[in-house]
Every structure is written in structure tokens, then in C-alpha cells.
């Protein structure tokens, strides 16, 4: 009997297409999905009803002959994109309640190609976290579990982790998710799933709530490499509405996927060897090497210099940022407000109750390094350490097409074991970084277990806008590694 | 570096967010731990280094100027804590 | 010539500088779609952009930067082909993003120069420092409710142009003198109304003082001044207070003072050490602004004259005085009605007509020149009949003045009431020597060498022609008839 919820939104699309199946009944499916997988805390808001009149309304629009790319496809999206009418919090006390008239330009593509929102996924707090722990509306538990520990409960990565643990638990065939130093890939490779963050300026972030400008960017969380071209697809283009967009045609990503590797030069830079690293780690990376060089490609080692500075640049550069960004968050327009004797008491009292204690922290951060006195030795120098990273990354172009990583420095690791060494859990994003400082597009693609039974991924990085070759390069470790596996507590 | 309980009041107040005396402290050692970690960019010779000011390669894109948007008082505080005939309000500030 | 301050302990020097706030003429705000009009319900001329809802991102408006490049070429400065927008960070209900996009170390437009007029007809440079665009806040209401303000945000994200000058003004004169020039020159372009009671245009004043020939004193920014007057009271008092605190042994806090109208004082408003630390960054939602070259100068070209070069030209061709020059520049639309009629007409006559007969009437009915119910070409049409002698200097006034109540022309009015000069000599003849022969006492007396009484029989004469006769034509009359 067929599984409504392993099909892939490729499989899925066909069969829709062929009247097999309905969008009703698939996204009735996932409803059911979504319940089952509820002890996970994957959502914040569910919005079933609407999703379900709205896979009706897919249904008639089908047999009218006029559909959409994403047609009757039920999906979720990561709780910072502003959906009208629907809660928008960025898993944070400050937006309790806050329900925006307007849609994010990412998810009205979407909803445009015909997909279905099953709901908003839980996060870390305005998007800052590794581990999906700092949501004021309580953890995501990873839907996988070690082998051995089977009652440990895990992480699923942060930021976009109920999405990337959505997508994993089956709840949900695909998710919207916001990657600004990792936040989509380091989840994926937790969760097994494939995440991709486009090049920045790509997908509009207009709607989307903002935690570093300069980073962030929308992307999608899929099981197959194809579902992730076909989502980022309708997402991408762009938007006048957000002056950072660039005005490039967007190609059709899954006909990209017709061609191989074979002649694509292929880097291996070795500053992301790190010491002591996880053997398991190493060894999936050497098996990534082994792919690329049996399917033709040319893989040599490219250097980076700068990749170990990445992390410090971007605990100043994203944190100061945020610090300005999240300083409309005041309780006096919208979300919450705690009184005090007077407005600065409010603003104080407001600020503090609504923020969680990692917001407060990175406030904090990005305020000192943007203070009088402080801003050339912290905040300058940054971005002039960031001029180099992107420059090391040029400099690779040169020689090479693409770049392959691992994606995390480790498997998925136990809910609270690090929630509270703030540089530890920083150190999460040491792969995924660099390429956000830079601006480039990076995919994650699982390709295998650790000796825990966990999911490990690897990551590829391409020039900008060639979303198109880092598609091939993720296809091709999709289909060496012909990963198939699936969490225990799927649904 | 060396971040102290003083300069934790003076970033909090900037930044409007109530710090008690016990977060004070904590804040006052985390941060000192994240800024001496990030005190090895020192060593990256950023000497005639321009600052990124954006990863990408473009210059503003102008806008017509076509008045088409607001005219919607309503939706403006229909998120508001407090409003009083489409005003927002706060406690009264002196100035 | 400086003016000095006369202090108890000897003379002192006081030191301006300008930040002059100029709202930019557009039909939406600088980086949303909402617009800009003066005065609507509260919150209604506000976009989500504007309200800093989560996600909004600002979008740059294009009329906002080509006026700011034209109000730099205008005031002869220097346009930054690159200039970038950074955030001016600080908490304030009126601001609702926490931050203002503002710009801060490169600005689109460097340095210029503005010429003022001084008192005594002389000319003075003021340097601008720089010009920048920045979004305007919201407004704070705080007599609406006892405990509480309301925040209205329809001018929040409006175009605000910000003009700093350099310390160059020596004298409240000086200051309101080079206020009043910003003002005309960005009428003359059309980029800001220059309305100071509505808040189009408003000044933060530095003053300081010091012993001539000292370095720059401490000085304390007066903000948001809106009215000339304001200005110069503003200045005279902060001024007497620094040398008062100076003369008794103090010292300067740099400071940052409001000035209160009603008791013609300034107040403490916050001191350096809880000044705002602005944390500035580059704006990471915008791009920096690259212009090109061409389009610098296409801007260039389309200028109006400027009221400088207005001023040379009216004296250099109309042969006018600088002072008369100067007041018919000031004013865009004055320079253009004084251009029409003195086109081929006594130069020096029109300018006296404008200033004079005009001005009186225009003030008098609160009226602005082009609401004139004389228009240029009606005033033209008086001007005429005087220079081919049909009625009298006096006639005309009697003339405009009915101009002016109905609206119609000179020449409508001279024919209907009649009131042509007699030109023709027989006619003016026979009554010179009516008078004559009926007065030959007073006749007498001129022909004994009295030439004064020559004046007396004029009168008659133009009694007895009602003001109609031509007054030369009776004077060359009078003189030869009565020759001694």
C-alpha cells in the first residue's frame, strides 16, 4: 500500500497530476502525520483547516487544467515568514500574538504555485541557535535517536529546526526554512534532510523577520534533492520590494538536474580539516571525495586561509545586526508590552521579558561592538576580515567550480548538553559560516549514519547564483550515497 | 578583554533591556569568554582592507515615486498593546 | 565686519553653525510608498514599512535623491558619486524601527557654498559642510491624555534633507541671513517649500562664543528651531548666557538645549554624558547609492536660475541697486512677475511699482504674488500709459488702486472714467492763460523774479483740469508765459 507521507513532492506531483491521488487525501495524510509527530513540538501554529480548503480548492484547480508547479502540495514554513492572518511570533515572547496583514514574498510564490501550509514551524528564537532550544514555545526533538540510547532525546539543529525535523518526521513533503549562518543546512544534516540556502539576494526577504540583513536568506528543507530544486524554483526572484534582491532570471533548477558531473573541478579545502574531529565525520567526507573523483569530476585541494576567522567575524557582524534589527521590538506598535513607571521602564521591562536569553545575549554583543569606541575594533574590523573571507572564496574560482564540506562538525547531539557554553554551541556552525559571510549558495545532503545510527550530512558551496551546479554536485551525492534511511520516530 | 558589570549596565541600558544584578555578573563573564575568543582576529592584517558593506555586487535600486501605499490606520494598530483612535500610546513622556 | 558682544569683562565673538532640516518635495516618503502630504488622520498616511513591521524592508525613493542632488548643485557642492546609508540607532516612541536611515560618513553631497546679504550691502561666504538624506520621525502628542502620548506616524519616513553648514556665522543677523538664503534658493528649485510653521524647514543651531582671536569655544546645539525670529532670539539669549558663565569664571558644557518661545530662553534638554551613543553602521538593507556622472549634469542643466545669478543679472541689465535686486530675488515667483514687466520697459520704474504699490497691496490683503489680482502683464499695461504720458504718476496710483478692487485693466479704467491726460497744448494753453489773467497779482510776483509762486499757478491749473492736465506740458507753459 502506498505511504501517502514517503512520497517525495516529485512522486507526489505526479501523481496528482495523474489523478491518482488528491491533494485532500494527501493533505489529510499529513494532518495525521502532524499528530502523530505532535510530541516532537514541531509547530507553533498548526493551520489545518485552512490548509485543507485550501487542497480543495487545489483539486478543482486541477481538473480546470491550470495548476501550479506545487500544486496541492502541503508544506510548512519556518515561523519567521509573515503569513497573513496567521500568528507571526519568530518563536519569541516579544510577538505574542502579533498577526500581520501581509504575506512574505517567498510564501506568496508558494502559495501562487499552488502549495498548501500546513502550519508554522517551531525555531530557535528569532532565528538565533544552533539547537532549536531557545523557542519560548519549548524545544524540537529530533525525530531520529541513537541506537543505543533510544530515550535520549536530541536536537534537531538549529535555527530551522522544526522544519528540518518536520520534514524528517514526514509531518510535513517540504519546509521553508531561513539560513543566516547555517540555520538551514546544520539542521538537515542533523535531521537527514536535504536544506539548501541560496545565494544571498536570491529569494526576497521581504516579510521575512529579519535577524542579520546581510545574511539572511529563505531556502527550502526537502527529502530529495529534486523536491529542493523544484521548491527554491517558485521561491526565488526578484522582489523590488527588497533592495538587496538581484535581478537575475531564475533557472529551471530541476532541469539542471539532467546533467552530471563529469569535467566539474571539484575543491577539497583543507582548512575545514579540523583536529579532532569525529572519525565518522572525516570518513563521509572522504567518501564524498571518492564520489565526485568515480563520476569524472576533478577534486583537488583548494586552500582558504581565512576559514578559521569566519566564526569570530560572524559572532560580531550577525549579533550587531540583530542588535539594530530587533530594536523595533519596543511594545509600543505590536507583540508585547510590560508596563513600567515610565516608557524607559516600559521599553526595559518590555525588552527583557520578551527576549529570551540567547536574543538578550547577541543584543548585548552587537550593541558593544557597534558602541562609540568599539566600532573600529570590533564591528570594522570585521567586515575587513569578512572582505578576505570572500576573497579567499574568489580566489578558489578560480581553480575550482565547487567546494565540499562536511556540513557540521558533528552528529546530532543531546538536548541540553550545550545550551548553556554559548562558544561551544557557536562552534555548530564552523562549516556553514563562511560560506554566509560570503554570500554564497551551500546545500546539505545526507549521505550516511554515524556509529550512533545519526544522520550526517556534507555540503557543497558554489559561486553565486549557480544554484544549478550545486544541485548537480547535491544529486550526485544523493545518488552515491543513496541514503534511505528513516527516524525511528517518523510518522 | 575584559567586560565588566559596568559595561554591561551601560550595553543594557543602550540596548533597553532590564539586566538584574545576578545577570548582571553572568552576562559580565560570557561575554568576556566570547569576546577573548573573538580576539583572534587580531591577528588577520586587515591593513587597506575595504569592509564589506554588502556580499553583493550591485548599487541601490530606486523606486518610482508613486505614492501607493498606507491609507490603512486601521491595520496599522490592529497589532497595537495600546491605541486610542488610531493613535498608539505610551506612558507620557517628558521632555 | 563681525559684530562683537559687549560683555562686563570686554568684547566677545559669537560662533554659529547651522543643521538646517529641509523636508524634500516628493509624493511619497524616502524609502516607502506612503505619502507625504502635510496633515492627514493620525496613522493614516503610513505604510507597514513605515510602522517598522517585522519583515518590511525600505526601498529607496528615486525624486528623494534627485532633489538632494540638485539642492547640492544648487548651493554649488560637491556630489558623492557614491554615498551610502547608515542607522542611527537610538529608542524613541516616534521612531518605530529604533533606528533612523540616515547618512553618516558619506553623504551624497560634500562641500558647497551659500552667499548671503548682509545689512549693510555687503556679501559673506557661509561653507556647507555637507548634505544628507535622512527619514523624518513620527510625532509625539502629549496634551492629548494626562498620563499618556500618542504617537502619530505619518510623517515618519518622510524625506528630510539635512544642511550643515561650517561655523562661518558671526551674528544672529548672519544666521537668519543664511537661513532665509537656504530658503529661497530651495524655492527656487522646488525642493522644499520652505514652510517653517509647518515644520518643512527647521534649524538645530550651534552657538559658542569667544575672545576674538581665541580658538573655538564649547558650544551647545539649540534644536529644532522653527521660526526665523526664533533664531535670532535663540542665539541672543544662548549667547549672553555662555559670556555670562564665561565673565564669572565657568566653564561651556557642551550641551544640548531647547528654546522656549514663550520666555524667550534657552533650556537644558540633555547633557554630554547622557548624550546618545548612535552606534551608526551601514544600513545592510540598502545598497550603497552609486550615481553616474551624466546624470549629475542632466540635473545640472535643468536648474532654473538661481537667485544669485538672478540678483547680477537685474543689475548688470536693469541697471536696479543691489538692494533692490536682492528683494526682488528673494522670492522665485517675485523674480519672474518684476522679469515680465521690466522686459522693454523703465527698469528702475517697475522695480519701484513692485516694491512699492505692490508689496503694500500684496501685504495688506495677506496675499502672495501670484494670487496678485494685478497681474504682470495688467501691471505692464499701467506702466504703458504712464511712459506715453495718457495720465499722471498720481493718476495711477488712483488707477492700480481700481486695478487692484476689480481686477480690470489700466486702459479699461482710464477710458471709462476718463481720466487721459490733456496732452494737447491749445487745449492746456487756453487755461494757462485763463488763470493767468485772473491771478495778475501772483503773475506779477513770478515775473518779479519770484520763481517759487511758479508752483502755485501750477496747482491752479491742474485743479481747474482735475489732475488730468499733463504737469510738464503746464510747467513748460507757465515758464514761458510769465517770463520776465
Redesign the interface.
Known amino acids: 500500500m502506498m505511504i501517502l507521507t514517503d512520497l517525495t513532492i516529485a512522486e507526489a506531483r505526479n501523481l496528482l497530476i495523474a489523478g491518482d491521488i488528491s491533494s485532500v487525501e494527501l493533505t489529510e495524510a499529513h494532518i495525521r502525520a502532524m499528530e502523530a509527530t505532535s510530541s516532537l513540538n514541531l509547530f507553533i501554529t498548526e493551520t489545518c483547516e485552512q490548509a485543507l480548503s485550501k487542497a480543495e480548492k487545489s483539486d478543482t484547480q486541477r481538473l480546470s487544467g491550470n495548476q501550479g508547479k506545487l500544486e496541492g502540495i502541503p508544506i510548512a514554513v519556518k515561523d519567521l515568514f509573515c503569513t497573513h492572518g496567521v500568528l507571526a511570533s519568530a518563536a519569541s515572547k516579544m510577538l505574542t500574538g502579533y498577526t500581520p496583514c501581509y504575506e512574505s514574498t517567498v510564501t506568496k510564490h508558494l502559495w501562487n504555485a499552488g502549495a498548501v501550509m500546513l502550519g508554522k514551524t517551531n525555531m530557535d528564537e528569532f532565528a538565533m541557535g544552533s539547537s532549536n532550544e531557545t523557542s519560548y514555545y519549548g524545544p524540537v526533538t529530533n525525530p531520529w535517536q541513537r541506537v543505543n540510547e533510544p530515550t535520549v532525546k536530541l536536537v534537531p539543529g538549529g535555527s530551522s529546526g522544526g522544519s528540518a525535523a518536520a520534514v524528517a518526521a514526514r509531518a510535513v513533503m517540504g519546509a521553508l526554512g531561513t539560513d543566516t549562518g547555517g540555520s538551514i543546512r546544520q539542521p538537515a544534516s542533523f535531521c537527514g534532510v536535504v536544506g539548501i540556502k541560496p545565494t544571498y539576494g536570491r529569494c526576497s526577504r521581504w516579510g521575512m523577520i529579519a535577524f542579520a540583513s546581510s545574511l539572511d536568506q529563505a531556502g527550502p528543507l526537502t527529502r530529495t534533492v529534486r523536491d529542493s530544486a523544484i521548491m527554491l524554483g517558485e521561491m526565488a526572484g526578484y522582489d523590488a520590494k527588497d533592495s538587496t534582491s538581484v535581478n537575475i532570471e531564475v533557472p529551471d533548477y530541476e532541469a539542471a538536474l539532467k546533467k552530471n558531473v563529469k569535467g566539474v573541478r571539484v575543491g577539497v579545502p583543507q582548512e575545514y580539516f579540523l583536529e579532532g574531529m569525529p572519525k565518522e565525520i572525516q570518513c563521509i567526507w572522504d567518501k564524498g571525495i571518492t564520489w565526485f573523483k568515480e563520476a569524472g569530476a576533478e577534486v583537488k585541494d583548494v586552500s582558504l586561509p581565512h576559514t578559521k576567522y569566519a566564526l569570530p567575524t560572524y559572532y560580531i557582524v550577525a549579533p550587531a545586526e540583530a542588535s539594530s534589527n530587533l530594536a523595533r521590538y519596543d511594545g509600543v506598535r505590536y507583540g508585547l508590552r510590560i508596563e513600567g513607571k515610565d516608557l524607559q521602564e516600559m521599553y526595559e521591562n518590555t525588552r527583557a521579558e520578551g527576549f529570551g536569553r540567547e536574543v538578550r545575549r547577541r543584543i548585548m554583543i552587537g550593541t558593544y561592538v557597534l558602541s562609540a569606541g568599539y566600532y573600529d575594533a570590533y564591528y570594522l574590523k570585521a567586515q575587513k576580515v569578512r572582505t578576505k573571507i570572500a576573497d579567499d572564496f574568489r580566489n578558489s574560482w578560480k581553480s575550482v567550480d565547487l567546494l565540499l564540506t562536511p556540513t557540521a562538525p558533528s552528529a546530532a547531539f543531546v538536548q541540553g548538553e550545550k545550551i548553556n557554553d554559548p562558544i561551544a554551541m557557536y562552534l555548530n556552525d564552523i562549516f556553514t559560516v563562511p560560506a554566509s559571510m560570503a554570500g554564497l549558495p551551500a546545500i546539505s545532503v545526507p549521505v550516511g549514519l554515524s556509529s550512533e545510527g545519526l544522520p550526517l550530512g556534507l555540503q557543497l558551496i558554489a559561486k553565486p547564483f549557480d544554484e544549478e551546479l550545486l544541485f548537480r554536485g547535491a544529486g550526485l551525492l544523493e545518488l552515491a550515497a543513496n541514503f534511505k534511511e528513516k527516524p525511528k520516530l517518523a510518522a | 578583554m575584559s567586560?565588566d558589570h559596568k559595561?554591561?549596565q551601560?550595553?543594557?541600558l543602550?540596548?533597553?533591556?532590564?539586566?538584574s544584578a545576578e545577570e548582571r555578573e553572568e552576562?559580565a563573564s560570557?561575554?568576556t569568554?566570547?569576546f577573548d575568543?573573538?580576539e583572534?582576529?587580531?591577528k588577520?592584517d586587515?591593513n587597506d582592507?575595504?569592509?564589506?558593506?554588502?556580499?553583493?555586487q550591485?548599487?541601490?535600486?530606486?523606486?518610482?515615486?508613486?505614492?501607493?501605499?498606507?491609507?490603512?490606520?486601521e491595520?496599522?494598530?490592529?497589532?497595537?498593546?495600546?491605541a486610542?483612535?488610531?493613535?498608539?500610546?505610551?506612558?507620557?513622556?517628558?521632555? | 565686519m563681525a559684530e562683537l558682544l559687549k560683555g562686563t569683562k570686554g568684547d566677545w565673538e559669537v560662533v554659529i553653525g547651522l543643521e538646517v532640516h529641509a523636508q524634500v518635495i516628493a509624493g511619497s516618503k524616502l524609502f516607502s510608498g506612503a505619502t507625504a502630504e502635510f496633515g492627514a488622520e493620525p496613522n493614516a498616511q503610513v505604510s507597514f514599512v513605515d510602522a517598522a513591521m517585522p519583515g518590511m524592508l525600505p526601498v529607496l525613493n528615486e525624486e528623494s535623491v534627485r532633489q538632494a542632488v540638485r539642492t547640492g548643485l544648487a548651493v554649488n557642492a560637491i556630489i558623492n558619486l557614491r554615498s551610502v546609508f547608515a542607522r542611527k540607532n537610538y529608542f524613541y516612541p516616534d521612531l518605530p524601527q529604533g533606528y533612523q536611515i540616515s547618512q553618516y560618513e558619506l553623504p551624497i553631497v560634500g562641500e558647497g557654498a551659500v552667499e548671503i546679504d548682509l545689512p549693510d550691502g555687503g556679501a559673506k561666504t557661509i561653507r556647507v559642510e555637507r548634505l544628507h538624506l535622512e527619514q523624518d520621525a513620527g510625532k509625539s502628542i502629549h496634551d492629548l491624555h494626562p498620563t499618556k502620548s500618542y504617537i502619530d506616524l505619518n510623517r515618519s519616513g518622510v524625506t528630510l534633507m539635512e544642511i550643515v553648514s561650517k561655523p562661518d556665522m558671526r551674528s544672529a543677523d548672519e544666521a537668519v541671513a543664511y537661513i532665509a538664503k537656504l530658503r529661497s534658493i530651495l524655492r527656487y528649485i522646488d525642493a522644499c517649500d520652505g514652510n517653517m510653521q509647518n515644520g518643512s524647514m527647521r534649524a538645530d543651531v550651534n552657538v559658542s562664543v569667544r575672545n576674538p582671536g581665541d580658538k573655538l569655544g564649547t558650544r551647545c546645539e539649540i534644536k529644532n528651531v522653527n521660526s526665523l525670529r526664533f533664531v535670532r532670539q535663540a542665539i541672543n539669549f544662548e549667547a549672553h548666557r555662555q559670556i555670562e558663565i564665561l565673565e564669572n569664571g565657568g566653564l561651556i558644557d557642551q550641551e544640548t538645549r531647547l528654546y522656549d518661545p514663550d520666555r524667550n530662553e534657552t533650556r537644558l534638554m540633555r547633557s554630554k554624558e547622557d548624550a546618545h551613543d548612535y552606534r551608526y553602521f551601514p544600513d545592510p538593507d540598502l545598497l550603497p547609492l552609486d550615481l553616474e556622472q551624466a546624470y549629475v549634469d542632466e540635473l545640472k542643466a535643468g536648474l532654473p536660475e538661481l537667485p544669485d545669478a538672478r540678483k547680477k543679472r537685474f543689475v548688470d541689465d536693469y541697471g536696479l541697486s543691489v538692494y533692490d535686486a536682492s528683494v526682488l530675488v528673494a522670492e522665485r515667483d517675485t523674480g519672474d512677475y518684476f522679469d515680465s514687466v521690466a522686459k522693454s520697459r523703465d527698469a528702475k520704474q517697475v522695480a519701484n511699482w513692485i516694491t512699492g504699490e505692490l508689496f503694500g497691496h500684496l501685504k495688506k490683503d495677506g496675499l502672495s504674488i501670484k494670487k496678485s489680482p494685478v497681474s504682470a502683464e495688467k501691471l505692464g499695461g499701467l506702466i504703458d500709459l504712464i511712459s506715453s504720458s495718457t495720465i499722471s504718476g498720481r493718476t495711477a496710483k488712483e488707477v492700480f488702486e481700481k486695478m487692484w478692487q476689480t481686477g480690470n485693466d489700466a486702459k479699461e479704467i482710464v477710458e471709462s472714467e476718463g481720466l487721459s491726460q490733456i496732452t494737447d497744448a491749445g487745449e492746456i494753453e487756453i487755461i494757462v492763460n485763463k488763470v493767468i489773467l485772473e491771478n495778475p497779482k501772483n503773475a506779477d510776483e513770478v515775473r518779479g523774479g519770484n520763481s517759487k509762486a511758479i508752483g502755485w499757478f501750477v496747482g491752479q491749473v491742474m485743479q481747474a483740469t482735475a489732475g488730468k492736465a499733463d504737469p510738464k506740458a503746464v510747467n513748460e507753459l507757465l515758464r514761458d508765459k510769465l517770463k520776465a
Do not use: C, Q
Not at chain 2, 75 to 82: G, S
Open positions: 567586560i559595561i554591561i551601560k550595553i543594557a543602550l540596548a533597553r533591556i532590564k539586566v552576562l560570557e561575554l569568554n566570547i575568543w573573538v583572534e582576529l587580531d588577520v586587515t582592507i575595504e569592509p564589506m558593506t554588502s556580499v553583493v550591485a548599487s541601490a535600486s530606486l523606486r518610482k515615486d508613486n505614492p501607493n501605499d498606507g491609507g490603512y490606520p491595520r496599522i494598530t490592529a497589532n497595537a498593546p495600546e486610542v483612535e488610531h493613535f498608539f500610546t505610551v506612558p507620557k513622556v517628558v521632555e
